[in-house]
């Protein structure tokens, strides 16, 4: 009898007990059958594959896209920009509803333009995007925009879609036949899947959002809300067809597009807190 069928039957059994006779013993004698712990372990898996992912699950994916990142582009070596960044990263995070993330952030060592949100916390940024802000507010408004990401899941949600067809597949012999190392295939599959994301870029209603919310959390920071329209402005003002752009355009909506949703979304709600914001004057630029 195969494993499935013999924990069904199992069940059965125990649901029409109520008119008979309950046999702890016997009920015991079952459940350690080695069918039937194999049906459970099956069980397990099933309900574990289509459970939302945990926070340290989350955690353990963003770790290993960022490891594949940074194999690709290391970071950059400027210990005071890189502190200057995970400063402010660090400050916006705690005005979030998951403050408690292991936040990381950093500048990565390549003329492209581009900004890299991982699930759990990991946030990379550009040098050539650095280079293209003006001061701390549009830094934090970046920044913000990425954060927001992670808060909404974003990248989890695309994995786990891009990924729902080969993870029913697994389950599929997981019920035929047990398999060793499952999970790490899975994560491994999960490190792979979120590192191509960010050649195909997330859903476009997804960058939206972010930009959205990379506002609000920008303000509730105390920065200029306006942060993330300036660098949005800067980047419109790119010719389109500079190669360092070439992935932004690819995996983003236009800076225009952006713009104007975004200006329809604040409408006058920001203009006192942009003119209370103060701009900081510590801003760190770097040596070309």
């Given at each position: 009898?195969?494993?499935?069928?013999?924990?069904?039957?199992?069940?059965?059994s125990?649901?029409?007990a109520?008119?008979?006779?309950?046999?702890?013993?016997?009920?015991?004698?079952?459940?350690?059958?080695?069918?039937?712990?194999?049906?459970?372990?099956?069980?397990?898996?099933?309900?574990?594959?289509?459970?939302?992912v945990?926070?340290?699950?989350?955690?353990?994916?963003?770790?290993?896209?960022?490891?594949n990142?940074?194999g690709?582009?290391?970071?950059?070596?400027?210990?005071?920009?890189?502190?200057?960044?995970?400063?402010?990263?660090r400050?916006?995070?705690?005005?979030t509803?998951?403050?408690?993330?292991?936040?990381?952030?950093?500048?990565i060592?390549?003329?492209?333009v581009?900004?890299?949100?991982?699930?759990?916390?990991?946030?990379?940024?550009?040098?050539?995007?650095?280079?293209?802000?003006?001061?701390?507010?549009?830094?934090?408004?970046?920044?913000?925009?990425e954060?927001?990401?992670v808060?909404?899941?974003?990248?989890i949600?695309?994995i786990?879609?891009a990924?729902?067809?080969?993870?029913?597949?697994?389950?599929a012999?997981?019920?035929?036949?047990?398999?060793?190392?499952?999970?790490?295939?899975?994560?491994?599959?999960?490190f792979?899947?979120?590192?191509?994301?960010?050649?195909?870029?997330?859903d476009?209603?997804?960058?939206?959002?972010?930009?959205?919310?990379?506002v609000?959390?920008?303000?509730?920071?105390?920065?200029?809300?306006?942060?993330?329209?300036?660098?949005?402005q800067?980047?419109?003002?790119?010719?389109?067809?500079?190669?360092a752009?070439?992935l932004?355009?690819?995996?983003?909506?236009?800076?225009?597009?952006?713009?104007?949703?975004?200006?329809?979304?604040?409408?006058e709600?920001?203009d006192?807190?942009?003119?209370?914001?103060?701009?900081?004057?510590?801003?760190?630029?770097?040596?070309?």
């Amino acid at each position: 009898m195969k494993p499935s069928f013999v924990l069904a039957a199992l069940l059965s059994s125990l649901l029409i007990a109520p008119a008979q006779a309950f046999n702890f013993g016997e009920a015991l004698e079952k459940l350690n059958d080695p069918n039937v712990q194999k049906a459970l372990n099956v069980g397990k898996k099933i309900v574990e594959a289509n459970a939302d992912v945990l926070e340290p699950q989350e955690i353990e994916i963003g770790n290993g896209i960022a490891a594949n990142l940074l194999g690709a582009a290391p970071l950059l070596r400027n210990d005071a920009a890189q502190k200057y960044v995970n400063n402010i990263g660090r400050w916006l995070s705690l005005h979030t509803d998951r403050p408690g993330l292991p936040w990381r952030f950093g500048i990565i060592d390549t003329p492209n333009v581009n900004a890299f949100a991982m699930p759990g916390g990991t946030i990379l940024i550009t040098r050539g995007l650095y280079e293209k802000l003006r001061n701390e507010s549009e830094l934090a408004g970046v920044l913000a925009h990425e954060i927001a990401h992670v808060l909404q899941r974003h990248q989890i949600k695309a994995i786990k879609s891009a990924l729902g067809r080969e993870w029913k597949m697994d389950i599929a012999a997981a019920v035929a036949e047990e398999k060793n190392n499952r999970d790490a295939k899975n994560s491994l599959r999960a490190f792979t899947a979120g590192t191509e994301l960010f050649a195909r870029g997330l859903d476009k209603k997804d960058e939206f959002e972010a930009d959205r919310m990379g506002v609000v959390i920008a303000a509730r920071a105390g920065y200029n809300p306006f942060g993330l329209v300036g660098s949005l402005q800067t980047l419109d003002a790119v010719n389109a067809e500079d190669g360092a752009m070439a992935l932004m355009f690819q995996t983003h909506p236009t800076p225009a597009a952006r713009l104007e949703l975004l200006s329809a979304a604040m409408g006058e709600q920001m203009d006192a807190l942009a003119d209370s914001a103060k701009e900081p004057a510590r801003f760190v630029k770097l040596k070309k």
